[in-house]
T-cell receptor, first 114, second 115 residues
Framework: AQSVTQLDSQVPVFEEAPVELRCNYSSSVSVYLFWYVQYPNQGLQLLLK??????LVKGINGFEAEFNKSQTSFHLRKPSVHISDTAEYFCAVLAYGSASKIIFGSGTRLSIRP | DADVTQTPRNRITKTGKRIMLECSQT?????MYWYRQDPGLGLRLIYY???????NKGEISDGYSVSRQAQAKFSLSLESAIPNQTALYFC??????????????FGPGTRLTVL
């Protein structure tokens, strides 16, 4: 079975500061990894994904994430945040061959202070 | 127009009532999913369907049933709603894909409150 742990339920940062949202996963098989973003009163949209290849993945809105197999982590980063990045962010994992059954973390609420 | 739509967007109901949440998609995808979102728990899979004749239970299917009326429509029913089914419900779709990964596209959600 797979599991996902998002270590911070809330992360407050000042505008234009850097941010890192942490995600660790557990799986006995190889996995695909994702970050989704949920803006207020909206559904989820895919921010970025790691399928294979380069461990540094770039997504939309200036976000990037790095897959670290030895530490089973997939942390999300942005060098300079904007007010518009205020949202909830979900890390998710899909095990190879698991029939599209994505497992989501509990979410991290990012709040940006002016 | 949105590719994945959900109706209603908000619903308040009473304990014991039957409720149906509907999902429609224009993406032409074969696979559809129902999730519920609770604060601090993320999203959990209720049911999923890979085509009209293939329906499967997810992580938390007790108290729910589904119907896949057509490729584009997937409904979630609560036969007798209870307060702990108060949550935000999301429908999602994905295609078959060939790489082993199929991106899921989410609807805007239905906020259900059971009193």
């Amino acid at each position: 079975a797979q599991s996902v742990t998002q270590l911070d339920s809330q992360v407050p940062v000042f505008e234009e500061a850097p941010v890192e949202l942490r995600c660790n996963y557990s799986s006995s098989v190889s996995v695909y990894l994702f970050w989704y973003v949920q803006y207020p009163n909206q559904g989820l949209q895919l921010l970025l994904k790691y399928l294979s290849g380069s461990t540094l993945v770039k997504g939309i809105n200036g976000f990037e994430a790095e897959f670290n197999k030895s530490q089973t982590s997939f942390h999300l980063r942005k060098p300079s945040v904007h007010i518009s990045d205020t949202a909830e962010y979900f890390c998710a994992v899909l095990a190879y061959g698991s029939a599209s059954k994505i497992i989501f973390g509990s979410g991290t609420r990012l709040s940006i202070r002016p | 127009d949105a590719d994945v739509t959900q109706t209603p967007r908000n619903r308040i109901t009473k304990t014991g009532k039957r409720i149906m949440l509907e999902c429609s998609q224009t993406k032409g995808h074969d696979r559809m999913y129902w999730y519920r979102q609770d604060p601090g728990l993320g999203l959990r899979l209720i049911y999923y369907s890979f085509d009209v004749k293939d329906i499967n239970k997810g992580e938390i299917s007790d108290g729910y049933s589904v119907s896949r009326q057509a490729q584009a429509k997937f409904s979630l029913s609560l036969e007798s709603a209870i307060p702990n089914q108060t949550a935000l419900y999301f429908c999602a779709t994905s295609d078959l894909g060939t790489s082993g990964y199929n991106e899921q596209f989410f609807g805007p959600g239905t906020r259900l409150t059971v009193l």
